[in-house]
């Protein structure tokens, strides 16, 4: 069937984009300037603990056989040791990985579940002050830059008024008592996910307005109306239906844009994440971390786009049922 | 008495700069099981009357007044739900302009269908699928078809689909609004005369609008030429497409060079189609009119009626055109 | 209602005629028109220099502040004065005086002292003809000179945090001669503080003289632990204070000169300019000011460069098609599938942080998109008669590219080109932001990583954060204006429906 | 045993004497050696310094030590309830001349360079006043300093006589000295410094100096770099000068590594490049020294030879800086060279508790992530701040005197013996305290220490090589005697017993203790315990990574007061 044929295509599109990644990441490591191991050698060190070092760190071998060690590597998600903590590059990651995923996933979700449905709300009430006001805040969006209404935010909450906690996923000690914990890291998630949704919440309203607004105006929804259904199902089964696609797109899509933007989110709210480690590794110039951060973030972005690809194709049956049909 | 009857309606779109009058008083009659052809260049108002006719106004259209009376009855009147259950598609069925985006593309077409009888009529599922089935059958489409997804059938059938959904609960008037537009000349052809045959076979009123005169002459009974959300001319295909008394009509017409056999040059009018939001004092064509002087800039001509047939034209000049004098030709 | 799908080659003129009458366009032309004469002019809407530093305590409020904000109301400005031969009043001149000299074409106040030869007892050259020079007895002895020369300052602020004065000086004088140097800072009650002094016997060469309050050596000499701030303590009232540089020379055969060059005597202001101050003490209006101008030319040579790689490979493979098209448009893909900010990040870090590589790596990763718009506009154009006609006439596929399909692209890339502004913009802002921008340039992503490294937040220095973020915010706004206008105009195909 | 006994420099005491209200190591601060009193130490990660500052103003950590900005400082004294110490500690902040490149092989072109560098201006403008100038080639707290080497003062005038005299006089055509030795006008040189990014006061300072520089006619100009290109650069000696800055320690061995020319190679420390005889004896005779006097005073006849050459220009030492909210804890003890709150400051560990009441948790901040809790891989202070807590030494460090203080060692015995026939090597004999425990109960030995020793040299552990590379075997003739025997004679072999001891039964099955997380590994036997078993005063309990490391008092530990 079409479908199966079209999933197989971008799945090999997909692979083939990893292994891009993984080669670009390879290459852009070994052609810098300097050499990576001066970082972590230190005046105690005789030159064969240097040596040892470089061996350890495979900065020995021609560049050929570091690539193909570097590919089948990391196939295996072995991204070798971090040069500043000589710990598996991989092990970090996965200490980091789960407050990436709790902040990535609030902001994903509020942000959809606020930005589309103000969007349909606003779509069924033109010209009102509703309206109006999607169209600045998706512009706003758009125009604002996110770390600069995060650092407004933080010194408003965490500073002026010290509400909010202004760094990391939990207290110092900890609340004793599960349900406590939950709270306080509710309580230190609303500064970075609140703020990822104000700022991003704009654009998707917007976007779903004017998408639904589309639809509302596309000719089959005239004629659905023309068939004498109810403006329920007009706007429910035609409508919605039809935006869906767009909008599936648009959340998957924004996916890619949402994980480089919590490189600052992490940044800004000390926020000990996959985004976080990813710029210390780079100031330290611990280069293992930075490769395995950044190719984390883009594997997962290649595996968003393919989700994104998927439900797509599940959404709208031009897709699905493959390439022919009008096109 | 007339099947539809529309009398001084009035359709105003609502904008931040004013009121936008597409629809001006506008009047004419459909005698059952026969064809109006509505004429007229680009954002005359042909569509928005369609529309207002069967009240699938955007939120910021509104009906100023007049009555569409239906069998009798001013639909105009109705509250919207009556409406939308009892004349919708039931009475008046519509084929849009560009059919091709007339079907939902992600529905199943014989769904769409069956979603509009189930709309109007308390018959089971199977019954409403049974029934579109023969519909497609109908208009020549094999009934097989009927799980596909619209944008695995061509232009022409998807057009023909919307035909039969159109007819899905027997209505009494069809408005067909461009539905020939996006259709290559071979396929519009067919498609029109599917159209013919069905509404001869059914018995059907239709009111078709068109900017395309020669779709008219094949298909209508009558012509209403529009201009500027007014009707200008109205009366007879033939006697109109013959004798056109309105500098616009006449114009209009004689833009249109396979009408009759002899070849003249297409040309198009000279000037613009007036800002609906201010239209111009007196008569609206009076900016563009060779004939215009003073009483066209004062005073609105009135639609009357001259010599026989109904013909009725509303221009001020309209003694000193002679009959067949081609006011345009330099 | 009925759609306008005409392409219209629309001449420039008419372009205006139609892009003046829409009122967001216009308004967005308005800010941009502003912000370029901001960059333009630059060097005359500030007196200073982004690379200025100390011109004001850090992280001073602005100086409109004093009226708006109780708490301001006296806070001190920058006082700042170069104290020459001219400036100095004597106040007290016993056995000296004040004249001036010039040096090097600049004044030096020069302080005379009349020869004062030691008076010596016979009894003490008597006794000690092999010891060392030994003084005589001073008492009831005249032989005093003082010369106090002072400066008046008139403070009528809330105490500073800091204070400073700097000189040069050195001392002509016979070998016997002894000389003393005291700063000394005199406040409205009349209470002395000495800041500084040094004693010499007979000549000196330049030597440089600094006072400044957060020095330890000052602490010390004022009786005040390290982490005590003397600013505070010595201009804690309103008045009129002196800055007194007093000197005394007890003897000399010769006449004794103490040179002193221009000194500066200075206040750091905890209000400056109309923005205030940065934690160096640099002029934050005129980062910004400088920052329009940064800002400005990376979005607009990033945006222009993105836009012709994406439109160069968008006509050449829409219009050549094949192998060619079908890899290009493989590595758009790719490209597409990479975050943007990580790998700017990385890439930022490995390559260096000059201006230039930072547009080049922005344009690097923000080309595909006009590509793949390109080359779906090529490959209709394509079929068009006229590019039929012109390859049938021989064209070169080098020249129906330039001369056919490129002008009809143009309207598309052109506002394309102005939409992409904004996000160059705001790319090389959250690069700079993170650290990652060029450090010799001020750019208002910079500042804004200063502010966030250097002490806004813990002293609530709003107007720090919140003016490189609206000018930010206001130019791309501007641009996306611009840039739907122009798609209105000459892509009707992306109007919006009304 | 012997006492060394330090003499402060005069300069520091007399400002330090005077910081009254201020905790010094000066003042006499009531300490003992015996604790902890308190329950837990809970270290949250806090990087952003900002966020630091305001969660010491807020309340939300009691100790606050290293404030590195100035500003801070200034915000810290304004909380009532914030106490400040400082100390002066082993920081050393320089100016590198490449010696082996004209014209910078010119003493007196550096002599002038010296003498144009205002350390009160840039310790003002930069540093609120709060850095030590700097001219010699040790820190002041090292017990090695000295004070009376020649100086190169700030003064320009001095600075444009001395090259005048030597010939480089200035052409008047470009305004740029001409070099006696070509008589052409000296080529441009740098002064690399990190970037702003890393180090925005050390990019400054290049711009100050080349400033100041080219102000007496020498084209010098700044360029900051990014550190592992500049380190690269350094290593292979391409560079004309540099800016860093060297975390010493106590001892005075750094000057063998930093200016002896054996050290000038690719990628070693003598990154002058100076090459002076008579500086190689005396950096040998201190490198090999066999007791402290011969140390001493060939560390002050090199420092006065190094004033001389100036290899360095030395600029300032940063002072340690820690707060405490003396509302909540008190007990801290200020310690020369370590500040109050290091790690190295064994007391403040021990002596810190609440002010009202007993035991209670101390909120300990910690500005960077441990990262790795292996002792053989732990390399920044700040896997130490934890690890540390959970060690003793052989020997501690008296916090007011320097002196040394037996520890885990109640005596130790430096002597001789002969490795090989006619050579000379140094044995140290270690008694230990009986009745030391390791965290999981196990009686702490003699055999541990051989253990630990052997392992890190078979395992050629990076970290410790230098101190145990020398050692040829290890002899306990009891649980409680252990003789180290080097191979070369060294006074300095003392203090290279190596600073943890690794426990047997769990190090012993490590293949490979480069991958060994021990923190993440449950102790076998013990429940509660991790791997990383001490026997310190503190048990490490959890590390959050990227939140918090939490320690717990030792309730075995072999000093607590009874």
Redesign the interface.
């Known amino acids: 069937m079409g479908f199966s044929r079209y999933l197989l295509k971008r799945l090999v599109y997909a692979f083939i984009v990893v292994f891009v990644i993984m080669t670009f990441n390879f290459a852009i490591f070994r052609l810098m300037p300097g050499d990576a191991t001066k970082m972590i050698i230190d005046p105690t060190f005789t030159p064969e603990a240097i040596a040892e070092l470089r061996r350890q760190f495979g900065l020995d071998d021609p560049p050929l056989v570091q690539y193909f060690k570097y590919i089948g590597n990391l196939f295996k998600f072995d991204m070798g040791l971090s040069f500043s903590t000589r710990r598996p590059v991989v092990n970090e990651l996965k200490e980091r990985l789960p407050n990436t995923i709790v902040l990535f996933l609030t902001s994903f979700i509020f942000t959809t579940i606020i930005g589309i449905s103000v969007g349909i709300y606003t779509a069924s009430k033109r010209g009102t002050f509703g309206d109006n006001f999607v169209t600045g805040a998706g512009l706003f969006a758009y125009a604002v830059p996110a770390f600069w209404i995060q650092l407004l935010l933080l010194m408003l909450f965490g500073y002026y008024i010290p509400i909010l906690p202004i760094h990391g996923t939990m207290s110092a000690p900890p609340p004793d008592g599960f349900f406590l914990q939950f709270l306080d890291r509710i309580h230190h998630l609303i500064l970075p996910a609140g703020s990822n949704v104000l700022v991003a919440f704009g654009s998707w309203a917007l976007y779903t307005r004017n998408t639904m607004l589309e639809a509302l105006g596309q000719d089959y929804i005239v004629t659905a109306r023309a068939k004498g259904l109810e403006e329920n199902v007009v706007l429910r089964h035609h409508a919605l239906r039809s935006v869906l696609p767009p909008i599936v797109t648009l959340i998957f899509g924004a996916l890619p844009g949402m994980v480089s933007g919590a490189v600052i989110t992490e940044t800004i709210f000390s926020w000990h994440g996959v985004g976080k480690y990813l710029m210390d590794a780079v100031m330290m110039q611990d280069y293992p971390a930075a490769q395995g951060a950044f190719y984390l973030i883009a594997l997962a972005v290649v595996i968003c786009n393919l989700a994104a690809d998927i439900v797509y194709g599940i959404v709208d049956p031009r897709i699905r049922v493959g390439e022919g049909g009008a096109k | 008495m007339a099947l539809l009857e529309v009398r001084d309606l009035k359709m105003y779109y609502k904008t931040l700069r004013g009121y936008v009058k597409a629809v001006d008083s506008v009047s004419f009659d459909i005698e059952k099981g026969k064809a109006l052809g509505i004429a007229g260049e680009s954002g005359c108002g042909k569509t928005s009357m369609a529309v207002t006719i069967l009240r699938l106004l955007p939120s910021n259209g509104k009906i100023h007044g007049g009555s569409v009376k239906l069998d009798g009855v001013d639909i105009v009147k109705l509250d919207d739900e009556e409406f939308r259950k009892s004349i919708r598609w039931k009475k008046i069925s519509m084929v849009f302009q560009g059919a091709m985006n007339a079907l939902n593309p992600v529905h199943r077409v014989g769904d769409q269908i069956v979603e509009a009888i189930l709309a109007h009529e308390d018959v089971s599922h199977a019954e409403a699928v049974k029934r579109a089935e023969d519909l497609l059958d109908m208009v020549g489409i094999n009934p097989k078809r009927f799980r596909e997804y619209p944008h695995e059938f061509s232009g022409g059938m998807k057009q023909r689909v919307v035909i039969a959904m159109a007819l899905a609960c027997n209505p009494d008037l069809i408005i067909a609004d461009e539905p020939t537009t996006a259709l290559d000349v071979m396929v519009q052809s067919q498609v029109l005369k599917a159209m013919e045959d069905l509404r001869k076979r059914l018995d059907l009123s239709m009111m078709l609008i068109t900017h395309d005169l020669s779709v008219i002459a094949q298909t209508c009974d009558d012509i209403a030429i529009m201009y500027a959300g007014k009707i200008v001319e109205y009366g007879n295909v033939i006697d109109i497409y013959d004798h056109p008394m309105h500098p616009y009509g006449m114009g209009l017409v004689n833009s249109f060079p396979n009408i009759k056999a002899e070849r003249t040059r297409v040309r198009s009018l000279p000037g613009f189609p007036p800002n609906l939001l201010a239209p111009p004092e007196g008569c609206r064509f009076h900016p563009r009119c060779p004939l215009a002087d003073d009483i066209c800039m004062e005073e609105e001509p009135k639609l009357i009626e001259i010599g026989s047939n109904s013909h009725k034209v509303a221009c001020h000049k309209v003694d000193m055109l002679e009959r067949g004098v081609d006011i345009w030709a330099q | ?2 759609q306008n799908k005409t392409k219209t080659d629309m001449s420039a003129p008419t372009f205006w005629e139609q892009y003046r009458r829409k009122p967001l366009g216009m308004i967005g032309l308005a800010i941009v028109l502003v912000y370029v004469f901001v960059a333009i002019f630059a060097p005359f809407l500030t007196r200073y220099s982004p690379k200025q530093i ?1 011109l004001a305590d ?1 992280i001073a409020a602005p100086i409109w502040f004093r009226s708006v904000v109780p708490q301001y109301k006296d806070a001190p400005p920058t006082i700042r004065a170069e104290l020459g031969p001219s400036k100095w009043v004597v106040s007290e001149a016993t056995g000296g005086r004040l004249t001036s000299d010039e040096i090097d074409g600049n004044a030096v106040t020069v302080i005379e002292f009349e020869p004062v030869p030691i008076t010596m007892t016979d009894e003490s050259i008597s006794e000690g003809e092999d010891d060392e020079f030994q003084y005589g007895d001073y008492e009831g002895e005249p032989s005093k000179s003082v010369v106090e020369l002072s400066y008046p300052i008139a403070y009528d602020f809330n105490p500073p ?1 800091t204070f ?1 004065s700097t000189f040069n000086y050195w001392i002509d004088g016979s070998p016997d001669s002894k000389t003393e140097l005291e700063c000394v800072i005199e406040t409205p009650e009349g209470k002395e503080y000495s800041l500084w002094g040094k004693s010499y016997s007979g000549a000196v ?4 003289a ?1 006072v ?1 309050s ?3 050596t000052l ?2 000499r004022l ?1 005040l ?3 005590d ?1 003397p600013a505070p303590k010595i201009f804690s009232s309103k008045g009129d204070y002196r800055l007194i540089l007093r000197a005394n020379s007890t003897s000399g055969d010769e006449p004794t000169r103490v040179y002193i060059s221009n000194a500066e005597f200075y206040i750091p202001g905890m209000v400056h300019g109309l923005l205030g101050a940065d ?2 003490g640099s002029d934050l209006w005129t980062q910004l000011v400088y920052g329009t101008r940064v800002s400005l030319s990376i979005g607009l040579s990033a945006a222009a460069i993105s836009v012709a790689v994406g439109t160069a490979v968008g006509i050449i493979c829409g219009y050549l098609g094949g192998i060619v098209d079908e890899f290009m448009m ?1 590595v758009v ?2 490209l597409l ?7 700017l ?3 930022g ?5 000059s201006v230039w590589n930072i547009v080049l790596l922005i344009a690097a990763f923000a080309w595909m998109g006009t590509a793949r718009l390109v080359r779906s506009q090529t490959l209709s154009l394509r079929e068009r008669v006229f590019v039929e006609a012109a390859k049938a006439s021989g064209a070169s596929d080098a020249y129906v590219m330039v001369v056919h399909i490129l002008p009809n692209v143009l309207p598309l890339v052109f506002a394309g080109m102005v939409l992409r502004i ?1 996000s160059a913009i ?1 790319t090389e ?2 690069l700079s ?4 921008g060029d ?1 010799r340039v001020a750019t208002w ?1 910079r500042m ?1 990583h200063n ?10 220095a ?1 107007w720090w ?2 003016p ?2 609206l000018a ?3 130019l ?2 501007a641009f ?1 204006f611009i840039g739907n206008t122009v798609n209105e105009i000459l892509n009707p195909r992306y109007r ?2 009304s | 045993m012997k006492l060394r006994r330090f003499l402060l420099p005069v300069a520091i005491c007399l400002i330090l004497a005077m910081t009254c209200g201020i905790v010094t190591a000066q003042q006499k601060v009531k300490w003992e050696p015996y604790g902890p009193q308190v329950d837990q130490i809970i270290m949250p990660i806090i990087k952003d310094s900002e966020a630091q500052l305001i969660a010491f103003m807020r309340g939300d950590v009691d100790v606050y030590p290293g404030l590195t900005r100035p500003e801070d400082l200034n915000k810290v004294k304004a909380n009532p309830n914030a106490e400040i110490t400082m100390n002066y500690g082993f920081h050393m902040f320089y100016l590198c001349y490449n010696m082996r490149r004209e014209p910078l092989n010119s003493d007196v072109l550096r002599q002038a360079i010296a003498h144009v560098i205002d350390r009160d201006n840039i310790i003002q403008t930069l540093f609120e006043g709060y850095m030590l100038p700097l001219a010699a080639f040790l820190p002041p707290s090292s017990g090695y300093y000295k004070e009376d080497v020649p100086r190169f003062e700030y003064n320009p005038e001095e600075a444009k006589k001395l090259l005048d005299k030597a010939g480089y006089t200035v052409d008047p055509a470009t305004g740029i000295r001409i070099d006696p030795k070509t008589g052409k006008p000296l080529r441009k040189m740098t002064i690399y410094t990190p970037t702003y990014e890393v180090a925005p006061t050390s990019a400054e300072l290049g711009k100050i100096i080349s400033e100041a520089c080219q102000a007496i006619n020498l084209p010098i100009e700044p360029e900051p770099m990014d550190f592992p290109v500049m380190l690269d650069k350094l290593d292979r000696a391409e560079f004309d000068m540099y800016m860093l800055a060297w975390g010493l320690s106590r001892l005075p061995t750094s000057l063998y590594s930093f200016f002896h020319s054996s050290q000038d190679i690719e990628a070693g420390y003598n990154r002058p490049g100076i090459r002076d005889p008579e500086l190689d004896k005396l950096l040998e005779e201190l490198y090999y020294a066999p007791n402290e006097e011969a140390a001493k005073k060939a560390a002050d006849e090199a420092q006065v030879i190094l004033a001389m050459k100036q290899p360095y220009t030395v600029l300032y030492s940063r002072p340690y800086m820690d707060a405490f909210r003396k509302d909540r804890f008190t007990g801290y003890v200020p310690m020369h060279g370590y500040g109050a709150a290091n790690y190295q400051n064994k007391w403040t560990t021990l002596n810190i508790r609440p002010t009202k009441g007993k035991g209670g948790t101390v909120r300990w901040l910690l500005p960077e992530e441990p990262k790795v809790l292996n002792p053989c891989t732990a390399s920044s202070a700040y896997e130490w701040e934890v690890l540390g807590r959970l060690y003793d030494g052989l020997i501690e460090v008296d916090p007011e005197t320097m002196e040394d203080i037996p520890w885990m060692a109640k005596s130790w015995e430096v002597s001789t013996w002969e490795p090989e026939p006619g050579k000379k090597g140094t044995v140290v004999t270690w008694n230990l305290e009986k009745g030391i425990k390791w965290q999981d109960t196990t009686p702490f030995t003699s055999r541990d220490i051989k253990f630990t020793i052997e392992y890190l040299r078979d395992n050629k552990v990076p970290r410790y090589i230098d101190s145990v590379e020398h050692i040829v075997k290890v002899e306990t003739p009891d649980d409680y005697t252990a003789k180290v025997y080097f191979a070369n004679e060294s006074y300095w072999h003392l203090y290279r017993a190596g600073e943890c001891f690794l426990p047997e039964w769990i190090w012993k099955d490590v293949k490979d203790y480069k991958t060994f997380e021990p923190w993440l590994e449950p102790h076998p036997s013990v429940k509660g315990l991790t791997k990383v078993i001490g026997h310190g005063p503190f048990i490490l309990d959890q590390y959050k990574v990227g939140e918090y490391v939490r320690l717990k008092k030792n309730p075995i530990y072999w000093r607590l007061k009874k």
């Open positions: 209602m009925s100390l850090r945090r400073g060469s330049n030597q440089p600094r400044d957060r020095d330890l602490k010390q009786g632990t390290i982490f701030d934690h160096m493989r893909d790719v599938a990479i975050p943007t900010l990580p790998i990040i990385i890439l870090a490995i390559l260096g942080k904004p705001l802002a959250s932001f993170l650290g990652l450090p992503g804004l502010a966030r490294g250097f002490g806004a937040f813990t002293t609530l709003w954060l919140v490189p973020g930010i915010t206001l791309s706004l996306v919006e429906r």
